[in-house]
């Protein structure tokens, strides 16, 4: 079964840290995305990589980086951690092809800035 | 900017009716559409595709309907179960981009 794996589900961190949400897929997918999904706002994305040391920004980009070093590996970087910054946060992959291609979605890791 | 939205936010249906959840999407060019489904502290998982030269496609208990010139999306699911209450969301995508539009989501509640 091919996965998504988040390496946290909850969060704790406090206002100005600098935080790190890593993100794996074992399917060997060229694109991956960070979305954070507030309620009432649906999925929003923050940013996306198409292939190794390739990012682009989302809708959302402000106060977020990402690292892409290896094809499997996407990391979430909030440089300093504010309270409208919790939220949940969903990492996707997806096989290159253009639409025709759903996401595969990691189960979410919860934050929460304190 | 484009959006993909839905007309309910909750839906309760009664164990073995058939649920029927709708979405308008508003970029025409859309040309592939996705329903998810997302358990309480979950993340999305595909339910079932439709590319926009199909109108219709059922899956196992689930179909989806496509009207390209109203630009509506629905998700029918038959003899609707006590496992099928999560939040379902569509979302759509054009040809040669990386992203998906996503809706706010639908809530289904299954009534014993």
């Known amino acids: 079964d091919v996965k998504v794996t988040q390496s946290s589900r909850y969060l704790v961190k406090r206002t100005g840290e600098k935080v790190f949400l890593e993100c794996v897929q074992d399917?060997?997918?060229?694109?991956m995305f960070w979305y954070r999904q507030d309620p009432g706002l649906g999925l929003r994305l923050i940013y996306f990589s198409y292939d190794v040391k390739m990012k682009e920004k989302g809708d959302i980009p402000e106060g977020y980086s990402v690292s892409r070093e290896k094809k499997e590996r996407f990391s979430l970087i909030l440089e300093s951690a504010s309270t409208n910054q919790t939220s949940m946060y969903l990492c996707?992959?997806?096989?290159?092809?253009?639409?025709?291609?759903?996401?595969?979605f990691g189960s979410g890791t919860r934050l929460t800035v304190v | 900017g484009e959006s993909v939205g839905l007309h309910l936010p909750t839906l309760s249906v009664q164990e073995g009716d058939n649920s029927i959840i709708n979405c308008a999407y508003s970029n025409s060019a859309s040309d592939y559409f996705i329903w998810y489904k997302q358990e309480s502290g979950k993340g999305p998982q595909f339910i079932i595709d439709i590319r926009s030269n199909m109108d219709k496609r059922q899956g196992q208990r689930v179909t989806v309907l496509l009207n390209k010139t109203v630009k509506h999306l629905s998700l029918q699911i038959a003899a609707t179960q006590p496992g099928d209450s999560a939040v379902y969301f569509c979302a759509d995508s054009t040809s040669g981009t990386y992203k998906y539009i996503f809706g706010t989501g639908t809530r289904l509640k299954v009534l014993a």
């Open positions: 399917m060997d997918h060229e694109n």
């Open positions: 996707a992959s997806r096989s290159p092809g253009g639409a025709g291609y759903g996401y595969t």
